[in-house]
């Protein structure tokens, strides 16, 4: 039986510490649904599945490039989160592939 396999994406905007300190590095997985890892390119400028895959899990943090590619791929969710005066807030949106 084949499962649709759902990635619930985060993006840290704004004035968050994440987004910050790595900003080549803002998209991180923050739930599956019927997958523990997934396969995204290791190097952006690759056709997808071309080159050197590498495997990716809830927490793991993403470039842009490989979240449009799972976003291409998969049933997938975004949410962005800031960071106000110590305070998070959260902006939800469906992505289409």
Known sequence: MNKIVKVHLTRYVGEHPIAINTP?????????????????????????????????????????QQAVQIANTYETTLIAISSDNNTSTEHGSLLKG
């Open 24 to 64: 080549d590095r803002v998209y991180e997985i923050a739930e599956m649904e019927n997958a523990v890892v997934v396969n995204v390119n290791k190097q952006a400028k690759l056709e997808y599945g071309e080159g050197t895959q590498i495997e990716v899990s809830v927490g793991d943090r993403l470039s842009k």
